[in-house]
């Protein structure tokens, strides 16, 4: 079992940045591919960003790149989100996952764990 909690979310204005966090306890962390999935009100959940076990790979959602950036600290079992130049449309609770299959996913059913979410609100 691998505990996932978020924090960092909340409200701020268009263009402004937000630096989500997932701290992650139980199972050894770097065994797990990571990401970042997002779910508007009256959308489905949405593909944001993942990144490899050791932190060399990751990829984006074309809605998200050149503005967000994903890494991981595996020292300190810590996942973060950078968000820059943030739209009203990136209004969403963000939801880190984790994923013990050998290849990352932009699929949520691949991943075996999720966290609670966090709420982040852009105003225009």
């Known amino acids: 079992q691998v505990q996932l909690v978020e924090s960092g979310g909340g409200l701020v204005q268009a263009g402004g940045s937000l630096r989500l966090s997932c701290a992650a306890s139980g199972r050894t962390f770097s065994n797990y591919n990571m990401a970042w999935f997002r779910q508007a009100p009256g959308k489905e959940r949405e593909f944001v960003a993942a990144?490899?076990?050791?932190?060399?790979?990751?990829r984006y959602a074309d809605s998200v790149k050149g503005r967000f950036t994903i890494s991981r600290h595996n020292a300190e079992n810590t996942l973060y989100l950078q968000m820059n130049s943030l739209k009203p449309e990136d209004t969403a609770v963000y939801y880190c996952a984790a994923d013990s299959a050998p290849a990352m996913s932009n699929y949520d059913v691949r991943y075996n764990y999720w966290g609670q979410g966090t709420q982040v609100t852009v105003s225009s």
């Open positions: 990144i490899s076990r050791g932190g060399s790979t990751t």
